[in-house]
């Protein structure tokens, strides 16, 4: 069991989700010493659970291939092994993403036809949400990863934003069509003509993300990590400054108490908790990364996730998807790289 | 002449500017015609500034290329021009960026030793300032263009933030080692170990960016560009959510009223037009990009910037930075590649 606030803020998430979803059931993989006094405060949830007891562990700082290599008897191989042999339908997890993604990629492997899995993380916009990938699996990625994200992103904005037909946007850096690198202008290229039955809008530039331009934006996980991460420390930077400005004066202080009700609302607007949750796309089996420091109700979140693509059956619509991807598109790239590769 | 608002807001800009540095002179490249009119109601500037007639202009949507073939009687070309006969010091420019950066580089080229320009800005932090660069000069970025960036952003830092000696941080998904693509771990490699006189931090996230963990974030034009509009499209989201916030009860309204000196110092902190200029970097000569949409106070931020670049002289700073660059790094790169494929 991972993440900063392990157990606690995990068991916490339960508690929260049990709520939601009471008749979804939950399997434990953590130390049971450490657990049991946790799950003595929770009643309420004993009938839902079940523990595996497993005392092994990934650090947050162990390195992916050392986690996947050293790692068979830690509860996140035994988390994601649930998934696999189908006592889980979903994997959620507060540890290390690295050695989640290596782990999850050498069990559960891709679905066929897609070559990389992606995360996937649903973005607060002007408009309401968009769905942005890869913010992290990948560091290189060519034409027919972006492609594919494309594929697993638009299914995942029907599950989890619930459209019918989302609009697609591949992220450049300007609309114009000279614009950007070879990658992504064939990929560009790939998703207007190639006949995959898609909205797709085109070129979308980094400030249409919080705009909500489109429902889907692709991009690799080097730049989609960097935009994610520039996104959350922008919003910390305007609560410093919103803060600062507010303990000015005697008056600002004061207008603060008077508006108290409207900075409620604004801190839930920017609480990071109320989105929380990457999803692994792409592989025989879901899993869900809730952010390492989060607390019970972030994790809660997550769970939501969780539910959502459950309910779903998501892996089955992959399958689906890519048995009818056009000839133009199976032509764009070559075999997957190994999995030992994953996550680097 | 260029820009949404030309040519009132670069009229508008050179009257701010004239009241900050009394002693700068201004060269117009525009169509007579249209300046008169707005000159006649700015007599104070009438000292300091000599207009250059020429009435043809780069549109906003021109292809870098097609501007280069077909652009030389326009105001941009003329204006970068006057740099290069060293009639001006600084070219100052609110239109086509693409279409700037390529008669830029055709004019005044690189200094040599330098491979590729960059274009760097200014980005408000917790701490204070950091230098951000490329943010769209160059779509593919090599470790040897990295490592100029470094060493351009470097100096660049010692200039407008008047730093004796800046931190150096490459933008990377993950601090540990293993992370990054290869254009980044070489670059790093290059920075840590050849030998340059540079305080070198090390790898820094996106979210690092707005901490100020470093005074100088090196990254791709690709990746810099869509960092800095996925911040500036997550304050205005952010702007919008105070808005609506303070418009919700009477006591929100009222607070509003009570906390509105504290929301005007607010509204400084996040007006972009307060580090208005992209400065390109790395040529025989400065020219300063401020933001096409931008008003008279904003482009008097980039000419402020052109103040203080033209006090430095910056150009001889970078010929003597590359004159002391080991061997290391040297041995990096190959040669430029041809002007022509400039900001494509």
Chains 1, 2 share one sequence.
Not at 63 to 70: G, N, V
Request: hydrophobic share 45%.
């Amino acid at each position: 069991m991972g993440g900063d606030h392990a157990p606690q803020a995990i068991i916490d998430g339960v508690g929260h989700a049990h709520i939601r979803h009471p008749k979804v059931r939950f399997i434990l993989h953590g130390d049971h010493a450490r657990l049991q006094p946790v799950l003595l405060s929770k009643p309420a949830i004993k009938s839902v659970i079940q523990v595996e007891h497993c005392d092994d562990t990934v650090a947050m700082d162990d390195k992916p291939s050392q986690a996947l290599r050293r790692g068979r008897n830690t509860s996140m191989w035994r988390s994601i092994d649930s998934v696999r042999k189908k006592e889980a339908q979903v994997a959620v997890s507060a540890g290390n993403t690295g050695a989640l993604m290596a782990m999850a990629m050498f069990q559960l492997r891709t679905v066929e036809g897609i070559s990389r899995p992606a995360i996937a993380a649903v973005w607060p916009t002007i408009r309401g949400q968009t769905v942005v990938l890869d913010v992290g699996a990948n560091v290189d990625t060519d034409a027919r990863q972006l492609v594919d994200f494309a594929i697993l992103g638009e299914a995942y904005a029907r599950v989890i934003l619930g459209l019918d037909r989302p609009s697609v946007g591949l992220l450049n850096i300007g609309a114009e069509e000279v614009k950007g690198n070879d990658a992504v202008k064939a990929a560009a290229q790939a998703l207007k003509d190639s006949g995959i039955p898609m909205r797709f809008h085109g070129f979308v530039e980094g400030d249409d993300i919080s705009k909500g331009t489109v429902d889907v934006v692709v991009t690799s996980g080097f730049t989609g990590n960097i935009a994610l991460k520039t996104a959350e420390g922008t919003a910390r930077l305007i609560g410093h400054y919103i803060r600062s400005a507010m303990a000015r004066s005697v008056f600002s202080r004061l207008g603060y108490l008077f508006a108290s009700g409207a900075f409620g609302v604004l801190r839930a607007k920017m609480d990071p908790r109320a989105v929380n949750g990457g999803v692994f796309l792409g592989l025989n089996g879901v899993v869900v990364k809730s952010h390492g420091g989060t607390d019970g109700l972030g994790f809660a979140s997550a769970i939501d996730l969780a539910v959502d693509m459950a309910e779903s059956d998501f892996p089955a619509r992959i399958v689906d998807a890519v048995a009818h991807l056009p000839q133009a598109v199976t032509a764009l790239g070559g075999p997957p790289p190994p999995a030992e590769d994953a996550a680097q």
